[in-house]
């Protein structure tokens, strides 16, 4: 079986998509599968290289002579991709599976997964309008409101709108928590919280939120939520299962990118030190999500639990990290589902809901 690993991409999660990449590509092990190597550049070009996972996690992959310049074609005849040669004669490859190691915007916000629709090729992970309404927390959180899931109170901000009367769209902002800071601030359709600042003084709210706008046209508001942060892996189509509780122990006062991917001090485990029932409930709660949500193959739920026992919805990750600190694989692992045995499940519920689709 042909998978296509496709990694990198425009975002400003490059960085971690590549790092998610090696992981995933020595997980599927090129003696169980023809694995194809797509890396994007950050100009937006596709290739098709040989790179060694070593290459792809510095980034130095994108020098190789040997890389094939490749597209995607949205022909459903076609089902793979055009390799083209030094003279831009096309050789097609044909294509099983599509594993898109995706962050951010054209990743995991069902631009990509609307090409994999037309190109009718399987590939992991959430649909079109699932992802696109998980990438947008705005989005998220009136379908999550709908089904009565405990949540932080907000407010969203418009370009448009915060341009023409900046002063009203700041006072609505500070009313998010009637008056009462901090809050925070973050672009709606950004990942790895790239953007996102925490307001403690009103001095502060207008910059936090131009900042917001440089990754998104739309930013979100929240009121602080006072808690252990945890997380959910969650797998399956349309009976998904959820696994242990995480924690993120985070070094930074939140856990923001620096502090995710650059501060070693950051960790985390799975939780033993809550009551079962609130354990209980947390996983039906990421489950009941992914449902509303019509996710499919994988995604990770993330919430807040408080010292008063509210569990509160922060919010969902359709293509979760695969990197060395990534939480989705470690909770799998720590169920007795180590990587490999993860990815053939997630190929296994790719190609599953490809066919009961197509």
Same mark, same amino acid.
């Given at each position: 079986?042909?998978?296509?690993?496709?990694?990198?991409?425009?975002?400003?999660?490059?960085?971690?998509?590549?790092?998610?990449?090696?992981?995933?590509?020595?997980?599927?092990?090129?003696?169980?599968?023809?694995?194809?190597?797509?890396?994007?550049?950050?100009?937006?070009?596709?290739?098709?290289?040989?790179?060694?996972?070593?290459?792809?996690?510095?980034?130095?992959?994108?020098?190789?002579?040997?890389?094939?310049?490749?597209?995607?074609?949205?022909?459903?005849?076609?089902?793979?991709?055009?390799?083209?040669?030094?003279?831009?004669?096309?050789?097609?490859?044909?294509?099983?599976?599509?594993?898109?190691?995706?962050?951010?915007?054209?990743?995991?916000?069902?631009?990509?997964?609307?090409?994999?629709?037309?190109?009718?090729?399987?590939?992991?992970?959430?649909?079109?309008?699932?992802?696109?309404?998980?990438?947008?927390?705005?989005?998220?959180?009136?379908?999550?409101?709908?089904?009565?899931?405990?949540?932080?109170?907000?407010?969203?901000?418009?370009?448009?709108?915060?341009?023409?009367?900046?002063?009203?769209?700041?006072?609505?902002?500070?009313?998010?928590?009637?008056?009462?800071?901090?809050?925070? /601030?973050?672009?709606?359709? %950004?990942?790895?919280?790239? $953007?996102? =600042?925490? +307001?403690?003084?009103?001095?502060?709210? @207008?910059?936090?939120?131009?900042n917001a706008f440089k990754y998104d046209d739309k930013?979100?508001?929240?009121?602080?939520?006072?808690?252990?942060?945890?997380?959910?892996?969650?797998?399956?189509?349309?009976?998904?299962?959820?696994?242990?509780?995480?924690?993120?122990?985070?070094?930074?006062?939140?856990?923001?990118?620096?502090?995710?991917?650059?501060?070693?001090?950051?960790?985390?485990?799975?939780?033993?030190?809550?009551?079962?029932?609130?354990?209980?409930?947390?996983?039906?709660?990421? /489950?009941?999500?992914?449902? %509303?949500?019509?996710?499919? $193959?994988? =995604?990770? +739920?993330?919430?807040?639990?408080?010292? @008063?026992?509210?569990?509160?919805?922060?919010?969902?990750?359709?293509?979760?990290?695969?990197?060395?600190?990534?939480?989705?694989?470690?909770?799998?692992?720590?169920?007795?589902?180590?990587?490999?045995?993860?990815?053939?499940?997630?190929?296994?519920?790719?190609?599953?809901?490809?066919?009961?689709?197509?």
């Amino acid at each position: 079986m042909n998978i296509a690993v496709i990694f990198g991409g425009k975002s400003d999660e490059h960085e971690v998509s590549r790092n998610s990449a090696v992981n995933v590509i020595d997980g599927l092990g090129s003696d169980r599968y023809e694995i194809t190597q797509i890396g994007i550049t950050k100009e937006g070009r596709w290739y098709q290289t040989e790179a060694a996972t070593d290459e792809i996690a510095s980034g130095e992959w994108e020098n190789r002579a040997d890389n094939k310049q490749v597209c995607l074609p949205a022909d459903p005849t076609i089902h793979g991709i055009l390799v083209f040669d030094d003279e831009e004669r096309a050789v097609v490859k044909h294509i099983d599976c599509i594993i898109p190691v995706m962050h951010g915007d054209n990743g995991e916000d069902g631009t990509i997964q609307g090409l994999f629709e037309l190109a009718e090729i399987p590939y992991v992970g959430p649909g079109v309008k699932a992802s696109a309404n998980c990438m947008d927390k705005s989005f998220t959180k009136i379908i999550v409101g709908e089904i009565g899931i405990d949540q932080a109170r907000y407010c969203v901000i418009k370009r448009k709108d915060f341009a023409d009367d900046r002063e009203g769209e700041i006072m609505n902002a500070l009313s998010t928590n009637d008056g009462k800071l901090p809050l925070f /601030v973050k672009p709606s359709s %950004a990942g790895s919280s790239v $953007g996102a =600042s925490k +307001v403690e003084k009103k001095s502060e709210l @207008e910059t936090a939120i131009e900042n917001a706008f440089k990754y998104d046209d739309k930013v979100l508001v929240e009121e602080m939520i006072v808690g252990r942060e945890m997380e959910v892996a969650v797998l399956g189509n349309h009976n998904p299962k959820a696994s242990y509780v995480g924690e993120i122990l985070s070094a930074g006062e939140f856990y923001d990118y620096d502090a995710k991917y650059n501060n070693p001090e950051s960790k985390t485990r799975v939780v033993d030190d809550i009551p079962v029932g609130k354990q209980k409930e947390i996983r039906s709660k990421a /489950v009941e999500i992914f449902k %509303a949500l019509d996710c499919r $193959g994988l =995604s990770r +739920v993330d919430f807040f639990y408080t010292e @008063e026992g509210r569990v509160v919805f922060n919010e969902i990750n359709t293509l979760p990290g695969f990197t060395n600190i990534s939480m989705y694989p470690q909770l799998w692992e720590a169920m007795g589902i180590d990587r490999p045995t993860l990815l053939d499940s997630l190929i296994k519920l790719a190609m599953e809901e490809h066919s009961t689709t197509s």
